[in-house]
């Protein structure tokens, strides 16, 4: 989509136009695989878009909400189950309906927590000095 003409990185994959949850999970999949192992990052950022969803205005693609949960959970997943620190942030994502826009945005942050609570995280994360 944007910007056009695409900028060049390290690793870009194309996707094309209405791709759905499952064809769209294959791809990542096998994307994150091969450049976690390629670039052995000391940590990640995440940027979990939701110009992804099927009725965003200005995203290309048609993943469903239940699309981008999986999509969150298994970047999150993935780094955490490979002791890669990772920060996720929201981005993209274009729709009138601010309520419905905010619950996607929410999805990552849900995913957070499901990833903290199944590597029970609050064992090894650094305590705090008061």
């Known amino acids: 989509n944007y910007p056009h003409p695409k900028a060049y990185s390290t690793f870009d994959v194309g996707l094309p136009d209405r791709m759905g949850d499952d064809e769209y ?3 990542l999949e ?4 091969k ?5 052995q990052p ?13 009725n965003d205005v200005l995203g290309r693609l048609k993943l469903t909400e239940h699309g981008i949960r999986r999509r969150d959970f298994f970047v999150l997943d993935y780094c955490v189950s490979h002791g890669i620190p990772v920060a996720a942030v929201v981005g993209g994502g274009y729709d009138k309906n601010v309520d419905a826009l905010a619950r996607r945005h929410a999805i990552v942050h849900e995913e957070c927590a499901a990833v903290w609570k199944k590597y029970k995280l609050w064992e090894t994360a650094p305590r705090l000095r008061r």
């Open 35 to 39: 450049a976690v192992s390629q670039i």
């Open 42 to 54: 000391d940590f990640v950022i995440y940027d979990a878009g939701v110009d992804v969803y099927a």
């Open 30 to 33: 096998k994307s994150v695989i």
């Open 25 to 27: 999970m294959q791809v």
